[in-house]
Every structure is written in structure tokens, then in C-alpha cells.
């Protein structure tokens, strides 16, 4: 497998990964439409690790259209 196969490889996971988070997102978010007092803290603090999972990915995604990370394939 090729360099470029790899991060393509690992790209796509992190992508389906962060469809998954949308996911999570999307039925936190819901929730919390309708919770109250510790159940409301509870889901802002899910959303919270949820969106910074994300955003890590993306992150990582960014990285990977660059070489800062091929020497991680070896």
C-alpha cells in the first residue's frame, strides 16, 4: 500500500468517525431541547467531548492533505 493509499485509508476512517459524532451531535442536541438541571449538564458536557472529538479529526483530516504526518506510515 502506498503512502497516498494510507492516509486515504485513515482519512476516510476519521471522516466515517466524525459522521458518527454528527450523529451523537445531532441526538445530544435533541436531548437537551428537552432536559433540565443535571440531565441538561450532563448533555452540554457530552456535546462538549463530542465537538472537540470532531474538531480533533478535522484537524488530523487538514494534516494529513499535508506531509507533517507521513512519517507516522512508516
Keep these: 500500500m502506498t503512502l497516498d493509499e494510507k492516509k ?7 471522516a466515517r468517525c466524525n459522521a458518527y459524532a454528527d ?5 445530544y442536541r ?4 428537552r432536559a433540565a438541571g443535571t440531565k441538561a449538564l450532563e448533555l452540554t458536557d457530552k456535546i462538549g ?7 480533533f ?3 488530523a483530516i487538514g494534516e494529513l492533505a499535508t ?7 512508516d
Design 8 to 14: 486515504a485509508l485513515v482519512g476516510a476512517f476519521l
Design 67 to 73: 506531509t507533517r504526518l507521513d512519517d507516522w506510515f
Design 57 to 59: 479529526n478535522e484537524h
Design 30 to 33: 435533541g436531548e437537551l431541547e
Design 23 to 27: 450523529r451523537q451531535l445531532a441526538q
Design 49 to 55: 467531548h463530542w465537538t472537540a472529538y470532531r474538531t
